[in-house]
């Protein structure tokens, strides 16, 4: 009986807006459709499904929806008990991660703006993924399209006044991975050696500040902040741009005051907000410590914000 479920759903597609006399079969669905329908059962049906009630809410064929069971199983994005399934912890997970980055846009977007007014130039908001950066916002004009940037994308830390600002507030295990991880030049201005790379970071956390001469992309000048308290950074905000190498210092101070009014926008004045620089590694008391490259971290992160 239930491997009669998905033909109302492949009948439907085949159909479509022309009729049945004109339409001709659509190609079948891709493993991540699959799954994307099995996962989706759970939306409309309840916290638990059997294998037969995800056959029937999601139109799969038996045996392809119990071998896509068991793979989200090994992905901890379900939990089985018996003969029901429900939403793992991969998955509250992922909710989490989510969550938690839109808090920090909708609170940094303001501050974002003002920066972008009052500099002039391309502004960022990143956070770290493990070796590597990703861009939550990207506020510019026409003018700054050639700075390779989007929001979304990614680039490596190690080159990035940004991933330099996080790296700079973070364990010395998340910097050491990243020094393994391999630091390639990208321009003859790419810092490429560990102990380099840790005395940049050093400085970073004695200026309270980050640069990027042309270390990533060529003819590309950045400065950046790390968006912290007293601990861990767990962001970071940076201006950039073709040219602006000589506005570097003097931009400084607004991104580490933007830096500081995301920070106040998010947990209030009764937080501390010094930029005091502390050794990789220190771990203040009192204060939660995230690790941005572990999910489970993100979750518990994301409650305590």
């Given at each position: 009986?239930t491997?009669?479920?998905?033909?109302?759903?492949?009948?439907?597609?085949?159909?479509?807006?022309?009729?049945?006399?004109?339409?001709?079969?659509?190609?079948?669905?891709?493993?991540?459709?699959?799954?994307?329908?099995?996962?989706?059962?759970?939306?409309?049906?309840?916290?638990?499904?059997?294998?037969?009630?995800?056959?029937?809410?999601?139109g799969?064929?038996?045996?392809?929806?119990?071998?896509?069971?068991?793979?989200?199983?090994?992905l901890?994005?379900?939990?089985r008990?018996?003969?029901?399934?429900?939403?793992?912890?991969?998955m509250?997970?992922?909710?989490?991660?989510?969550s938690?980055?839109?808090?920090?846009?909708?609170?940094?977007?303001?501050?974002?703006?003002?920066?972008h007014?009052?500099t002039?130039h391309?502004?960022?908001?990143?956070?770290?993924?493990?070796?590597?950066?990703?861009?939550l916002?990207?506020?510019?004009?026409?003018?700054?399209?050639?700075?390779?940037?989007?929001?979304?994308?990614?680039?490596p830390?190690?080159?990035?006044?940004?991933?330099?600002?996080?790296?700079?507030?973070?364990?010395a295990?998340?910097?050491?991975?990243v020094?393994?991880?391999?630091?390639?030049?990208?321009?003859?201005?790419?810092?490429?050696?560990?102990?380099?790379?840790?005395?940049?970071?050093?400085?970073?956390?004695?200026?309270?500040?980050?640069?990027?001469?042309?270390?990533?992309?060529?003819?590309?000048?950045?400065v950046?902040?790390?968006?912290?308290?007293?601990?861990?950074?767990?962001?970071?905000?940076?201006?950039?741009?073709?040219g602006?190498?000589?506005d570097?210092?003097?931009?400084a101070?607004?991104?580490?005051?933007?830096?500081?009014?995301?920070?106040?926008s998010?947990?209030?004045?009764?937080?501390?907000t010094?930029?005091?620089?502390?050794?990789?590694?220190?771990?203040?008391?009192?204060?939660?410590?995230?690790?941005?490259?572990?999910?489970?971290t993100?979750?518990?992160?994301?409650?305590w914000?």
């Amino acid at each position: 009986m239930t491997t009669h479920a998905a033909e109302p759903v492949q009948d439907m597609r085949a159909v479509g807006a022309a009729g049945p006399a004109e339409a001709g079969p659509l190609p079948p669905l891709s493993l991540l459709e699959k799954a994307a329908k099995v996962l989706s059962a759970f939306q409309s049906g309840g916290p638990r499904l059997t294998l037969t009630e995800v056959v029937q809410r999601s139109g799969i064929r038996r045996s392809s929806a119990h071998r896509i069971l068991d793979q989200l199983v090994q992905l901890r994005w379900l939990e089985r008990e018996g003969r029901d399934y429900r939403l793992g912890m991969g998955m509250l997970e992922l909710g989490a991660m989510a969550s938690h980055h839109n808090r920090l846009r909708r609170a940094a977007l303001p501050h974002l703006h003002a920066l972008h007014e009052a500099t002039g130039h391309l502004v960022h908001l990143t956070v770290l993924d493990g070796p590597e950066v990703v861009y939550l916002e990207r506020i510019g004009g026409s003018d700054d399209s050639g700075v390779p940037s989007r929001t979304g994308g990614r680039q490596p830390a190690y080159c990035t006044a940004s991933g330099k600002a996080i790296l700079a507030f973070s364990d010395a295990p998340v910097v050491e991975q990243v020094i393994r991880n391999g630091l390639r030049p990208r321009t003859p201005r790419t810092i490429t050696r560990p102990d380099p790379f840790r005395a940049e970071l050093a400085l970073v956390r004695e200026r309270g500040v980050a640069f990027d001469q042309e270390e990533g992309f060529r003819g590309v000048f950045c400065v950046a902040a790390p968006l912290r308290g007293a601990g861990r950074a767990v962001a970071a905000i940076s201006v950039c741009g073709h040219g602006v190498h000589r506005d570097l210092e003097r931009i400084a101070p607004a991104v580490r005051g933007c830096a500081r009014s995301v920070w106040q926008s998010m947990f209030g004045p009764g937080r501390r907000t010094e930029q005091r620089a502390e050794p990789v590694g220190a771990a203040p008391a009192g204060v939660p410590q995230p690790s941005m490259d572990n999910m489970m971290t993100w979750l518990r992160f994301s409650d305590w914000m």
